[in-house]
C-alpha cells in the first residue's frame, strides 16, 4: 500500500443530481455507464485472453463485476460468466482448459471456452481469494483470512460464530498494527493456503501458519505468491520483525506444499521486497525490492536471485524509475515490466541475464512509450504482449501490441469514445530552479475566449502523482466538464521523475513542494483563459495536508485561493504520529516520533498557523479511516468554526480513507461542488 494515501484524492463515481443535469459533454450519467475493465489473462497457448469488466449498479451501490473471453488476434468477445454476484480473478490451469476464479468468497473452477462445468474448490469458512495454480495443475494456493491458532477449519467457524453471538464486541490487542485502513486487525491473519484443484472436496492446507501476515499489508497485490515450476514448493512474503507498525521489512520465503519449517532467501535487506516469480528453468527467484528500511517509496528494483548460490542481484541498476508488476518471458531470459515516468507507465524490458558490461541503465529497454499501461502478459511465443492500457481521456480497456513493434490494438471495445479533451502537458521552474511537471485539463466543451475558474487538484502520497490515466474514484474529468479547468502538479515527492525527487519531500512537507506547487499556479493563471480571481484547490491524504497548509499560508502576492476544500487531510502531525497505524511511514517521514524529533513536526504542523486562518473551507472524512483518522479533520473543523470562517464539515460513518459507495460518492460530489460553485461560480 504505497504511501499515505496513494494517488490523489481519488474517490468514487459522480456528482450530485443539480450536477448531473448540466449539458457538458461527460457528468455523473455518463461516468455510471463507464464499464471498468481489468485484470487480463492470456491463455498458455496465446489464443485468448480472460479478463474482467465491471458495472456500477446504483440502486445495489456496489460495482458487479463479469468474466469475458477474446481472442488474443481480436475478434468476437464472450462472457462467460453472469448473475447478481461479482466473479473475479481469472486464471488459466496450465492446460489451458479450465480457469479458476472468485465468487462468493471461495474459489471455483470452470470450462475456459463456455464458462460451463463449475465446481467449487475451497469451502473454507473464512473464504478464499487471488486463486493461482500449480504449474502440474494439481493445486491451486490462495489467501485466507484464519485466526492465527487455528489448525483446522471447524476451529475458525467455531471462533467466527462464538464472535458473532458475542454480545461483547471490544477490541483487544497486545500488539501493534491492531487495524488497518480501514478495518480492525486484531483478531484474524492473511495466510496461503493450498488445496487440491480437482474439486473433490480436499482439506485445504494452511502453508504459512503462524501469527504473521502472508503477504503483509504493504504493497501487497494480493497474488504475491508463486509455485516452483516443479509445483513442490512455493514462494510468500512474510514480515519476521517483531514490531510491524514500524518495519516495511518483508521477505520472501521458500517452504515445501508439503508444509514445514520456511526458509527465507532476502534475509540481507531490509526493506520490502515483494512478486517473487520463478524462472521457468527454476534456476532463478525475481522479485522487486526496496532497499532502504522503513522507506515505503524507495525506489523499486527487479532482483534477481540465484537458487544454487543463495546470491541476489539488481538487474534495474543505473535505471532511475520504479519498477512495477512485471511478467517473464516464456523462454525465462527477459522480464517485461512498467514504470511511471512523469505521468505514463511505458513498458520496458531487461533481460534476466544481461551481458556483464551491460549492467548498467542502458540494459533497460524502453518496449511501448505511449499509455498508462499495467498488467502486463506475455503470450507462449515470447512476442505478443496484453495489458491494461488508459488515458485521462479514455477508460482502461485491454491492449495487445508485440515486442519488436509498439502499435497496439483494442481487445475489449468496451467503452465508447466520450469526446473528452486530453490533458496537456505543462512545466514550470519550482523550488531551487528544479523543473516540475504536471498536467492542465480543460473542459470538452473548451472556449479560449471565455473566462474560467482554476481547480487545482493536489495528489496524495506524499509520494504519489498526478498520472494521465483514466481513475474511478477521481475523476478530472468531471470536474472539468462543470466548467473549471483543472490544473494537477506533480510537485516534491511525486513519482515518475527519478527518486531525487520523489525523495525531497521527507521531513519537507510544506517546504519545496508548496513551493513547487504555487509557482506552478502563478504560470498557469497566465493564460489568458483562466480567471485569476477565481483560484481554488481540493486534496485529501498529503493533498489534505497541503491544503491545510495553505490555509495558514494563503499570502502569495500572485494571487489567492478564493475557497478551499480538505477531504482526510493530515493536520496535527503530533496526533497524527501515534492513532495512524503505518507508523514506519511517519517514522521515516519527520526522522522520528514527536518525543524524538520535535522540530519538524512542529515546523511542518498546519495546526500551528490558525491564526492565519481565513479562507473559506469544506472538510470531508470517513469515519472508518485508520490510515488519516477522522480526528484529523475533526480537529480542523473546529479550529475553523472557532475562527469564523465559513466552513462546512460532512463525514461518512461507512466510509475509510477513500469514498468508494456510489451512493455516497453521488452525494460527496454533490457537495464538493455545491462548495466550489458557491465561491467559484464556474
Same mark, same amino acid.
Given at each position: ?222 497474488? *504475491?505468491?508463486?509455485? #516452483? &515450476? +516443479?509445483?513442490?514448493? @512455493?514462494? !510468500?512474503?512474510? =514480515? ?5 507498525? %514500524? ?77 512495477? *508488476?512485471?511478467?517473464? #518471458? &516464456? +523462454?525465462?531470459?527477459? @522480464?517485461? !515490466?512498467?514504470? =511511471? ?5 511505458? %513498458? ?87 523543473? @516540475? ?118 499570502n502569495d502576492p500572485r494571487f489567492k485561493f ?30 522520528g516520533m514527536p518525543w524524538e524529533n520535535p ?50 464539515l460532512v463525514v461518512f460513518p461507512d466510509e ?27
Amino acid at each position: 500500500m504505497k504511501r499515505i494515501f496513494f494517488l490523489l484524492f481519488l474517490f468514487a463515481f459522480a456528482f450530485a443530481n443539480s450536477y448531473a443535469q448540466q449539458t457538458s459533454a461527460f457528468n455523473f450519467n455518463e461516468l455510471m455507464k463507464v464499464r471498468r475493465v481489468g485484470d487480463p489473462q492470456i491463455s498458455p497457448d496465446g489464443r485468448f485472453v480472460a479478463y474482467t469488466i465491471g458495472n456500477v449498479d446504483m440502486a445495489a451501490n456496489k460495482v458487479v463485476s463479469q468474466i469475458y473471453i477474446v481472442p488474443s488476434a481480436g475478434g468476437e468477445i464472450r462472457q462467460i460468466t453472469k448473475g447478481d454476484k461479482s466473479n473475479s480473478s481469472p486464471r488459466w490451469s496450465p492446460d489451458g482448459k479450465r480457469i479458476a476464479f472468485t465468487t462468493g468468497g471461495q474459489i471455483w473452477t470452470m470450462d475456459a471456452d463456455d464458462g460451463g462445468d463449475r465446481k467449487q474448490i475451497t469451502k473454507i469458512s473464512t473464504g478464499a481469494g487471488n486463486p493461482v495454480w500449480s504449474p502440474n495443475g494439481k493445486w491451486i494456493a490462495f489467501n485466507s483470512e484464519v485466526y492465527p491458532d487455528c489448525a483446522f477449519d471447524e476451529c475458525n467457524r467455531q471462533k467466527d460464530e462464538a464472535q458473532e453471538a458475542n454480545k461483547v464486541q471490544a477490541h483487544v490487542t497486545e500488539r501493534l498494527l491492531y487495524r488497518h485502513w480501514a478495518e480492525w486487525r486484531d483478531r484474524k491473519r492473511t495466510h496461503v493456503l493450498v488445496v487440491s484443484s480437482d474439486g473433490n472436496g480436499s482439506v485445504a492446507k494452511d502453508l504459512t501458519p503462524g501469527d504473521f501476515d502472508s503477504p503483509p499489508y504493504a504493497a501487497s497485490t494480493g497474488f *504475491d505468491y508463486a509455485f #516452483s &515450476p +516443479d509445483s513442490r514448493e @512455493i514462494a !510468500f512474503l512474510r =514480515n519476521p520483525d517483531k514490531v510491524e507498525a %514500524i518495519s516495511t521489512n518483508s521477505d520472501v520465503y521458500i517452504v515445501s506444499i508439503d508444509g514445514g519449517t520456511a526458509r527465507n532467501i532476502t534475509a540481507n535487506n531490509k526493506g520490502y521486497d515483494a512478486s517473487p516469480v520463478y524462472t521457468p528453468d527454476g534456476k532463478y527467484v525475481i522479485y522487486r525490492s526496496q532497499a532502504t528500511q522503513g522507506f515505503e517509496s524507495d525506489r523499486w528494483r527487479i532482483m534477481r536471485y540465484n537458487r544454487q548460490t543463495g546470491a541476489s542481484e539488481e538487474l534495474t541498476g543505473g535505471f532511475d524509475l520504479q519498477a512495477d *508488476d512485471f511478467v517473464l #518471458s &516464456p +523462454d525465462g531470459k527477459t @522480464i517485461y !515490466f512498467t514504470a =511511471n515516468e512523469r505521468g505514463l507507465a511505458p %513498458i520496458y524490458s531487461v533481460a534476466v541475464e544481461p551481458a556483464r558490461q551491460m549492467k548498467s541503465a542502458t540494459s533497460v529497454k524502453k518496449i511501448i512509450s505511449g499509455g498508462f499501461n499495467s498488467n502486463v502478459n506475455i503470450a507462449r511465443d515470447g512476442k505478443t504482449l496484453v495489458f491494461l492500457s488508459s488515458s485521462n481521456a479514455a477508460p482502461g480497456e485491454i491492449f495487445r501490441a508485440f515486442v519488436d513493434s509498439p502499435q497496439a490494438i483494442n481487445l475489449s471495445r468496451a467503452n465508447t469514445d466520450f469526446n473528452l479533451q486530453k490533458p496537456e502537458d505543462v512545466e514550470w521552474t519550482g523550488a531551487m530552479n528544479t523543473k @516540475i511537471h504536471g498536467f492542465l485539463l480543460k473542459p470538452a466543451n473548451f472556449n479560449p475566449s471565455k473566462k474560467y475558474p482554476l481547480l487545482v487538484i493536489i495528489h496524495g502520497g506524499p509520494q504519489g502523482a498526478s498520472n494521465n490515466n483514466w481513475g474511478y474514484r477521481w475523476n478530472p474529468q468531471i470536474f472539468a466538464n462543470a466548467g473549471y479547468v483543472v490544473f494537477s502538479p506533480n510537485p516534491r515527492g511525486s513519482t515518475g521523475y527519478g527518486q531525487k525527487l520523489t525523495n525531497e519531500v521527507s521531513a519537507d512537507w510544506g517546504g519545496k513542494a508548496y513551493v513547487d506547487i504555487m509557482s506552478g499556479v502563478a504560470n498557469v493563471i497566465k493564460n489568458p483563459y483562466i480567471d485569476k480571481n477565481r483560484i481554488g484547490a481540493a486534496g485529501a491524504s498529503y493533498g489534505g495536508y497541503m491544503v491545510d497548509w495553505i490555509l495558514g499560508h494563503n499570502n502569495d502576492p500572485r494571487f489567492k485561493f478564493k475557497t478551499l476544500v480538505s477531504h482526510a487531510g493530515v493536520y496535527n502531525l503530533e496526533s497524527m504520529a501515534t492513532v495512524t497505524e503505518e507508523l514506519w511511514f511517519v517514522n521515516y517521514e519527520f526522522k522520528g516520533m514527536p518525543w524524538e524529533n520535535p522540530v519538524n513536526y512542529q515546523r511542518w504542523s498546519p495546526h500551528k498557523f490558525v491564526n492565519n486562518f481565513n479562507t473559506p473551507t469544506l472538510v470531508t472524512a470517513g469515519e472508518i479511516d485508520y490510515r488519516v483518522p477522522i480526528d484529523q479533520s475533526l480537529q480542523l473543523f473546529t479550529a475553523l468554526q472557532l475562527k469564523g470562517v465559513d466552513s462546512k464539515l460532512v463525514v461518512f460513518p461507512d466510509e475509510g480513507h477513500w469514498i468508494l459507495k456510489p451512493q455516497n460518492s453521488q452525494f460527496w460530489y454533490g457537495q464538493v461542488l455545491d462548495w466550489l460553485g458557491k465561491y467559484l461560480n464556474p
